[in-house]
């Protein structure tokens, strides 16, 4: 469920919710509060009124002997009910035994009035109470007996509405709300305004990526933020790498074409015109059947080295037979294999062991990446000229330096040696016998193993090839 509502949900209404959020819900409840403030503040100063003035009566009643005369005083009657009705209220007094004697309601003299309040109140402690549901007060005042004796021999008790608080709270809530309701549609305009202006440098992207998506754009020009600015450089960037894979794509497809034809091509030459030929000499035959082998040979070079580049771009976890091999030896090997192929072109081949390695490596894998830097020094050499293989180490990494003599790489070829099927001098390449697959393979091999190779060279300088792995193969 959360999946699908990232999936369905727009930037825009993410956007107007979370600045509705901050710009309404805090001045809402700011009103709230203040309205419960103005509603406690006014209670409270109702209760300090109603507290004063009935104080003020209850001391007169006390020093009047109110509850001990015998005859009622009507000038306290008349006090109390003129206060009742400035409190909108109602004042009740209560003998020692609980008997109501006065009542501004005229509704309960002579009845009993039995209350925790009033209980309280004959112990010498006064009250006030708030009934929120019926929106009025309770206050309990004692009346003392005549003399110093210091009795309580009655109690006061003043109920007084808060009606006209509500009244006032209410009528400062509606405009409140009022005030909220406007400030919300304010709120809504500038939300919805300021939300398309935000997300218009966003929009802008979108249909950059849908012309690049549909071929009628390469590029994205959004530089309105900092943001869409790097986003719109990454796009680019990536669309560009992925035009470059896909040119370099469609001339390995041209390439591979290319040059599977060719040795078809050539077989196919020499034997058309040993079919046209009638009374040709046996070494004649023989000449173009070593040439038509040699062609073979090539074919399958091709596409043995084709497979495997397709093995090694098929998964990113390609297998990988790692073990402890002594590079030193592995070196070694090499060389020996190809000391034959020095010999015929007088090249001087030697191994120089700085320190000696043990490494986790793939033995075979690395073995055919450094047979073809060999290999190609010794092809690409001069005559009478030198290879010098160097071994050194750290103690995070294994360093293996092939230097040659030969005819170097002009610098404006060097960014380009490890592409497929690209050689500087086709020509040569062709009488040596490469397939513009070697070097590709070569830089393959050792990013399998985490390592790096750079080439340094001058054309007829020579050439250095520097490759350096971990000696610890990380997974």
């Known amino acids: 469920m959360e999946k699908r509502w990232k999936k369905t949900v727009s930037m825009r209404a993410v956007l107007i919710f979370m600045l509705f959020v901050i710009g309404f819900l805090p001045m809402a409840v700011q009103g709230r509060i203040l309205l419960t403030s103005l509603r406690q503040g006014q209670i409270s100063a109702r209760t300090l009124e109603i507290q004063n003035q009935a104080l003020i009566l209850s001391n007169r009643l006390t020093q009047a002997g109110y509850l001990g005369g015998e005859v009622t005083d009507t000038i306290l009657d008349s006090q109390m009910d003129v206060l009742a009705d400035v409190l909108n209220g109602r004042i009740v007094i209560v003998d020692e035994t609980y008997r109501i004697i006065r ?163 050539s077989i196919r030459v020499l ?19 070593n040439d038509i082998s040699d062609e073979i040979d090539r074919e399958s070079k091709i596409i043995d080295d084709l497979l495997t580049l397709v093995k090694m771009d098929k998964s990113v976890n390609h297998v990988m037979n790692i073990s402890q091999v002594n590079i030193g030896s592995l070196l070694e090997l090499i060389l020996k294999r190809m000391r034959p192929i020095a010999k015929k072109r007088n090249v001087e081949l030697t191994l120089e062991t700085i320190r000696e390695v043990t490494a986790e490596v793939d033995e075979v894998k690395l073995s055919q990446a450094m047979n073809n830097l060999v290999e190609n020094a010794v092809k690409y050499n001069r005559e009478d000229g030198w290879v010098r293989v160097t071994l050194d180490a750290d103690h995070k990494f294994f360093t293996i330096r092939v230097a040659d003599s030969g005819i170097g790489i002009p610098e404006e070829f060097q960014t380009r040696i490890f592409e497929r099927f690209y050689r500087v001098d086709k020509a040569r390449s062709r009488e040596t016998g490469g397939t513009g697959l070697g070097l590709a393979i070569t830089k393959n091999v050792i990013q399998m193993h985490h390592g790096t190779i750079q080439v340094q060279s001058a054309e007829g300088e020579g050439t250095v090839f520097t490759v350096q792995i971990p000696l610890t193969y990380i997974s």
Do not use: W
């Open 271 to 289: 034997a058309d015109s040993l079919m046209s030929m009638e009374d040709a000499p046996v070494e004649l035959y023989r000449e173009f059947m």
């Open 103 to 265: 009542d501004t309601f005229n509704l309960a003299e002579g009845k009993y009035h039995v209350s925790e309040e009033v209980i309280r109140c004959f112990r010498g402690e006064t009250s006030s109470k708030y009934n929120s549901d019926r929106h009025y007060l309770i206050e309990t005042f004692p009346i003392y007996g005549a003399g110093s004796t210091g009795e309580i021999d009655g109690v006061m008790v003043v109920t007084a509405s808060t009606e006209a608080i509500l009244n006032l709270t209410d009528m400062v809530g509606e405009k409140v709300t009022m005030y909220e309701v406007m400030a919300l549609i304010v709120i809504v305009v500038a939300v919805l305004l300021f939300s398309g202006l935000y997300l218009k440098p966003v929009f802008r992207f979108r249909e950059g990526l849908k012309k690049i998506a549909s071929g009628d754009a390469e590029e994205i020009h959004v530089d309105d933020y900092r943001e869409t600015k790097e986003m719109s450089s990454a796009v680019s960037q990536a669309f560009t790498k992925l035009r470059e894979v896909d040119n370099s794509r469609q001339e390995f497809v041209s390439n591979v074409s290319h040059e599977l034809k060719t040795p078809i091509t």
